[in-house]
């Protein structure tokens, strides 16, 4: 049975910064994709960014310059870090699992920017 579970979300003043971990089990983590997604009240879960099973990352517009995905295959974790958060940040952070005939999510995480 795959599991993913994050962490690391949290209430933070503009301008700072967090790292959110999420860590896999039940599979081979090193072949996968894996990607971080949010989802704000009242909006659809956008993709933040992906990092292939070689180490090839991409990011969406709003976050590029500030966040950074990579990835452990030791751990079987992967990483978000965010710097200089703005308010339009807050959401809930999901992993994301991809590979051929499985997709898997993780249950989210909290990130609220915000003085």
């Known amino acids: 049975q795959v599991q993913l579970v994050e962490s690391g979300g949290d209430l933070v003043q503009p301008g700072g910064s967090l790292r959110l971990s999420c860590t896999v089990s039940?599979?081979?983590?090193?072949?996968?994709?894996m990607g971080w997604y949010r989802q704000a009240p009242g909006k659809q879960r956008d993709v933040v960014a992906t990092i292939t099973n070689n180490n090839r990352d991409n990011y969406s517009d709003a976050v590029k310059g500030r966040f950074s995905i990579s990835r452990d295959n030791v751990k079987n974790t992967v990483y978000l870090q965010m710097n200089s958060l703005r308010p339009e940040d807050t959401a809930v952070y999901y992993c994301?699992?991809?590979?051929?005939?499985?997709?898997?999510w993780g249950q989210g995480t909290q990130v609220t920017v915000s003085t």
């Open positions: 039940g599979i081979n983590f090193r072949f996968y994709t």
């Open positions: 994301k699992l991809v590979g051929p005939g499985v997709q898997c």
